[in-house]
């Protein structure tokens, strides 16, 4: 069964104190992985697709890989504007989106 | 460029009931998928929709139906409503039908059932 899990399920940074967010998937045939950022009381906002393992790809102060195990969503030096629930999802045979519970980062002034 | 957009925004009803959701897709945009949202939770995918069929449909009871009109315009439908049916159901567009596509979201439909 696909399955995604992410860690941790809360971050408080300090601004300009650079991290990490874990995406830990299992899945029959990834077709692709995704990243999305949801702010409260909204929708998700799309961020990156990645499709296959050793990929990278870069908007701003994220970077996100993907392994063929899971996937990282690097901040580098966050400001309070990136605090918000980010979303990892996958996608595989089954041909619909499995995402996880989230990572709530919180970044302090 | 219009994006996604949802009606109504909130909407309480009680136990037993119906309820219809709509979703206006981003111009352009062929396909659509319906999420639920419970709070604290992920989004769990319910259905999808490519030019009026429906190609794809998670672990939801047959209560949950819907409906994708020539405009590409796309409605939710629960019937029997049940208290776990609370939630944040969100419509996603998207221009093709591969898992691939980028999606975009509308900003959901917060239901409460008393």
């Known amino acids: 069964e696909d399955q995604v899990t992410q860690s941790p399920e809360a971050l408080r940074l300090q601004e300009g104190e650079s991290s990490s967010l874990n995406c830990s998937y299992t899945?029959?045939?990834?077709?692709?992985l995704f990243w999305y950022r949801q702010d409260p009381g909204k929708g998700p906002e799309f961020l990156f697709t990645?499709?296959?393992a050793g990929e990278e790809k870069e908007k701003e102060r994220l970077k996100a890989t993907l392994t063929k195990k899971e996937s990282f969503l690097h901040i580098t030096a966050p400001k309070p504007e990136d605090s918000a629930t980010y979303l990892c999802?996958?996608?595989?045979?089954?041909?619909?989106?499995?995402f996880g519970t989230g990572t709530l980062l919180a970044v302090q002034p | 460029e219009t994006g996604v957009t949802q009606s109504p925004t909130h909407l309480i009803k009680t136990r037993g009931q119906q309820v219809t959701l709509r979703c206006s897709s981003q111009?352009?945009?062929?396909?659509v998928s319906w999420y639920q949202q419970a709070l604290g939770q992920g989004p769990q995918f319910i259905f999808q929709?490519?030019?009026?069929?429906?190609?794809g449909r998670g672990n939801f009871p047959p209560r949950f139906s819907g409906l994708q009109f020539p405009n590409y315009s796309s409605e939710l439908n629960v019937n029997a409503l049940e208290l776990d049916d609370s939630a944040l159901y969100l419509c996603?567009?998207?221009?093709?039908?591969?898992?691939?596509?980028?999606?975009?979201f509308g900003p959901g439909t917060r239901l409460t059932v008393l």
């Open positions: 111009s352009g945009h062929n396909t």
């Open positions: 929709y490519y030019r009026e069929e429906e190609n």
């Open positions: 899945v029959s045939g990834l077709r692709g």
């Open positions: 999802a996958v996608g595989g045979a089954t041909n619909k989106l499995i």
């Open positions: 990645l499709y296959s």
């Open positions: 996603a567009s998207k221009s093709g039908s591969s898992l691939g596509d980028e999606q975009f």
